[in-house]
């Protein structure tokens, strides 16, 4: 019984902090720096807008597109807010210049489907001037969007953006991930023959308006203003492979929905070779629905998925309660592998818009990157959660692992029905 305390304090340290569960949201951050200024294009999707812009978010496919037009015209006023950019450590000011929707990888959602919201975003065009002084050594890129709000009392949204910038020229400078407690900071070193603005070319409101979806009217782009993100049409660097390498782990390690559903299996594990072939079913599971929701073959709108996963939590810690020690069952794997396939779903979508949906060789990189961080993730949890349980039944015997065991069940059930609850509460 020595043991029980720290044994209980690392489940509770995994339920604790539950302020950084997910949902997770990932944007695309384009930035061109100029002589004089940084010019953007940042995405949102419909739904992102729809929250911070309070519009109530349907389940029956039948979107308020007044409501939703409404909100794209003050969003980009929050993304000035939301954003938060640092030149020599001086905050920067900005303006919106435009805004358009765009398909999410180029298939139309009609205005009438679940998936609406989801598959489609709006892109912002910004700028933010440096002032009298001229380019800075230094630029710092964060955010706090939705920091204010929540998905549900205590669970925040999770956003994150891939971040890509060029000079003035079009050539590349840097990319990363930006997320809200990890801002991305750019050493800046402007060439002496670099164009003072980038090449430009006017762009007409057919042009703008050509990969928009169905539903929403697109603004005009405004007459002669020339769009300095055309380059970024072509096809762009994502993010380094340990920038999303480092994007999987963080969101395994801060998403306690995830855990949860680690921990129920972990508590069932009697032999290590019982806990790894959990993982790696769990894992083989959710990589193969983060590639085919990435690529565009497969989507679930989030009113399915979220309650889902939630419910799977709770479902797996029920049956440890009822069904003692079948970790190494062969149902028990098939049972992982299937809610495996829907946790997958629970946030690949943005991996495609976040990278500019160029796919090939970048789509792949971050798919692979991605999935081996949500491994690594995985077994920097689970590794020593099992060992820790494991431990105490070698020093106390099985009488006090069994208490571990079904207390701890207890507890993933617990927690998953609070994000159950948490889920239906966005939806209804």
Not at 316 to 324: F, G, K, R, T, Y
Request: proline letters at 7%; aromatic letters at 10%; charged letters at 15%.
């Amino acid at each position: 019984m020595r043991t029980v305390p720290w044994v209980a304090a690392f489940l509770l340290w995994l339920l604790a902090d539950v302020a950084q569960a997910h949902p997770f949201l990932q944007d695309s951050w384009w930035v061109v720096v100029e002589t004089n200024r940084l010019v953007m294009r940042v995405s949102a999707t419909l739904r992102e807008v729809a929250v911070v812009q309070k519009v109530p978010v349907p389940t029956n496919g039948l979107t308020d597109l007044g409501a939703i037009q409404t909100a794209l015209t003050n969003h980009g006023s929050y993304l000035l807010k939301a954003l938060k950019l640092e030149a020599d450590g001086a905050p920067l000011s900005g303006e919106v210049l435009d805004w358009q929707l765009v398909g999410d990888a180029g298939a139309a959602e009609p205005a009438d489907s679940p998936l609406y919201l989801e598959r489609t975003h709006a892109a912002f065009d910004l700028e933010f001037r440096f002032g009298a002084a001229g380019p800075p050594r230094e630029i710092t890129f964060g955010h706090a969007t939705l920091k204010e709000h929540r998905y549900a009392p205590g669970v925040p949204w999770d956003v994150t953006y891939a971040l890509t910038v060029k000079d003035a020229a079009l050539k590349d400078i840097a990319a990363g991930i930006v997320r809200i407690d990890l801002p991305f900071t750019l050493a800046l070193m402007m060439p002496t023959n670099a164009p003072a603005t980038s090449p430009t070319a006017p762009v007409s409101p057919a042009t703008a308006s050509s990969n928009a979806p169905p539903g929403l009217p697109v603004p005009d782009t405004k007459p002669g203003r020339p769009d300095v993100m055309d380059g970024f049409k072509a096809a762009d660097p994502s993010a380094s492979f340990t920038s999303y390498l480092g994007l999987g782990i963080h969101h395994i390690l801060s998403g306690y929905d995830h855990l949860l559903f680690l921990a129920a299996l972990a508590l069932a594990a009697v032999r290590l070779v019982d806990f790894f072939k959990l993982i790696a079913t769990f894992t083989i599971a959710h990589s193969l629905t983060v590639t085919l929701s990435a690529l565009g073959y497969v989507r679930l709108p989030p009113w399915f998925v979220e309650p889902f996963i939630a419910a799977s939590i709770v479902f797996v810690a029920v049956e440890n309660l009822v069904s003692l020690r079948r970790a190494g069952a062969r149902s028990r794997l098939v049972l992982a592998f299937g809610f495996g396939l829907v946790h997958g779903l629970g946030f690949a979508g943005g991996l495609v818009d976040a990278i500019g949906g160029t796919g090939g060789a970048s789509l792949a990189m971050a798919i692979l990157a991605f999935c081996l961080g949500v491994e690594l993730g995985h077994l920097m949890v689970g590794l020593p959660f099992w060992c820790a349980i494991r431990a105490n039944r070698a020093e106390f015997g099985e009488r006090s692992s069994e208490r571990i065991y079904r207390a701890g069940s207890v507890a993933v059930a617990a927690g998953g029905l609070y994000f159950l609850v948490a889920a239906l509460r966005q939806y209804l």
